[in-house]
T-cell receptor
Framework: DGGITQSPKYLFRKEGQNVTLSCEQN?????MYWYRQDPGQGLRLIYY???????QKGDIAEGYSVSREKKESFPLTVTSAQKNPTAFYLCASSMGTENQPQHFGDGTRLSIL | AQSVAQPEDQVNVAEGNPLTVKCTYSVSGNPYLFWYVQYPNRGLQFLLK??????LVKGSYGFEAEFNKSQTSFHLKKPSALVSDSALYFCAVRETGTYKYIFGTGTRLKVLA
């Protein structure tokens, strides 16, 4: 079955630690996205990538970093500079054309230890 | 700026009654509109989209949405609600000329038995 796989489902971060969230898709989609979801705030865009080896900052990129070395993979690193990382993180992909929806993974819930 | 608004944080409806979840949008050019549903601790699932053509769009699980250009609205509807429809619903629009999608803040639907 084609889809998006996020891992791990739950992640804990210690103070001063960087953590990396994995996102893999086998839909052959060009574009990939990372969102942060906090209660009552909907989805906020962290980073997105239209093509391999290229990515753009979203609305809340500070304290996060990404890479796009392969079409299938778009990992997100939450750095120690992100002072309030506790949230539900969602990865998505799309074909890139305007009339196509995004497909979402099942999220990673990150908490502070 | 392009935007999407979901004016209701929560909608309560009795099982078997019709439901409506409201969405209004502001975009330049032709809108590409989407509805998604999210169950607890899961990613968003695509329900339906409006690209062009008929103003009444049919989607998954018996949902439909009515596009109204003059009112810039795209309300989600279902003729007869089920308890299992209880979830968080998001309206989204593709930002013109970019790969970004703009999401509303979400509406929590509660269907009462």
């Amino acid at each position: 079955d084609g889809g998006i796989t996020q891992s791990p489902k739950y992640l804990f971060r210690k103070e001063g630690q960087n953590v990396t969230l994995s996102c893999e898709q086998n839909l052959n989609h060009d574009a990939m996205y990372w969102y942060r979801q906090d209660p009552g705030q909907g989805l906020r865009l962290i980073y997105y990538s239209q093509i391999v080896n290229d990515f753009q900052k979203g609305d809340i990129a500070e304290g996060y970093s990404v890479s796009r070395e392969k079409k299938e993979s778009f990992p997100l690193t939450v750095t120690s500079a992100q002072k309030n990382p506790t949230a539900f993180y969602l990865c998505a992909s799309s074909m890139g054309t305007e009339n196509q929806p995004q497909h979402f993974g099942d999220g990673t819930r990150l908490s502070i230890l | 700026a392009q935007s999407v608004a979901q004016p209701e944080d929560q909608v309560n409806v009795a099982e078997g009654n019709p439901l409506t979840v409201k969405c209004t949008y502001s975009v330049s050019g032709n809108p590409y509109l989407f509805w998604y549903v999210q169950y607890p601790n899961r990613g968003l699932q695509f329900l339906l989209k409006y690209i062009t053509g008929d103003n009444l769009v049919k989607g998954s699980y018996g949902f439909e949405a009515e596009f109204n250009k003059s009112q810039t609205s795209f309300h989600l509807k279902k003729p007869s609600a089920l308890v299992s429809d209880s979830a968080l619903y998001f309206c989204a629009v593709r930002e013109t000329g970019t790969y970004k999608y703009i999401f509303g803040t979400g509406t929590r639907l509660k269907v009462l038995a």
